[in-house]
């Protein structure tokens, strides 16, 4: 590649990034259905036809924000995590700390959150390029899960999923494997989990709690020792209490 090549590579890149940054700064104004390039070139003091040659319609724009939120969500659990495991932590304390992890990042980013778990946009789609980012999430739980299997830290559920699986093929594949008996169901369970960690994560991010809880990061480690006990994992909220939250 020579000079010239590398240098328009990286204008572009660098005004792929600004677009982006000015696109997140209106989604809490406008929100993702709102979004448009016309509105983004507006704000960032620059012609249409400038944030078309970074991204040619609006649904390049919203599936670049989309993959940027996967990937920083992820990627700050699957941190929190390492540093948990590299600590010889328990599972509980693993799937705490990349709880709160997700927490922290879904509290300081309302707006992007808002895009990935909010309203669907509509007329979008999102594409194939999106999934494995959004892997990332359900990833790091199974990593924990499956973890606590092997090292014996699972409790057998109390009360098992009747019949065959209930799930596709690709989330046992995620899990490495269908898990032996008795922990058949424990994928299932995990779907649980991730689904109530984002519900969670929904009702304090649009104030659906604040009515009713006073203490938002305590009822969030309490809501998740909960779930996790029905994947057969224990949360020890008493030697948790010295954590950060």
């Avoid at 104004?29 to 078309?52: F, P, Q, T, W, Y």
């Amino acid at each position: 590649m020579d000079a010239s090549s590398t240098t328009t590579a990286n204008e572009t890149s660098g005004l792929a990034a600004a677009v982006k940054e000015t696109a997140r700064e209106l989604l809490a104004g406008l929100g993702a259905g709102g979004l448009s390039l016309e509105a983004v070139a507006a704000a960032g003091g620059l012609a249409v036809a400038k944030v078309e040659t970074a991204f040619p319609h609006r649904d390049d724009l919203l599936t670049a924000l989309l993959i940027d939120a996967y990937n920083e969500s992820g990627a700050a659990m699957e941190e929190a995590d390492r540093a948990a495991a590299d600590s010889n932590a328990s599972a509980g304390t693993r799937l705490l700390a990349a709880t709160r992890a997700l927490r922290q990042w879904s509290v300081a980013n309302p707006a992007v959150f808002a895009l990935v778990y909010g309203s669907p946009v509509p007329g979008y789609h999102a594409p194939e390029d999106t999934v494995p980012p959004a892997s990332r999430t359900p990833a790091v739980l199974a990593g924990i899960l499956r973890s606590a299997l092997e090292s014996g830290e699972l409790t057998p559920p109390r009360r098992a999923v009747p019949g065959p699986p209930l799930i596709r093929p690709e989330a046992a594949a995620l899990f490495g494997g269908l898990p032996p008996e008795p922990f058949t169901d424990v994928i299932e369970r995990g779907i649980v989990l991730w689904s109530n960690l984002v519900g969670l994560l929904v009702f304090e991010v649009f104030s659906r709690t604040h009515d009713s809880v006073r203490d938002q990061s305590a009822f969030f480690d309490f809501a998740i020792a909960v779930s996790a006990e029905n994947v057969g994992i224990e949360i020890s909220l008493d030697q948790e209490r010295g954590s950060t939250r």
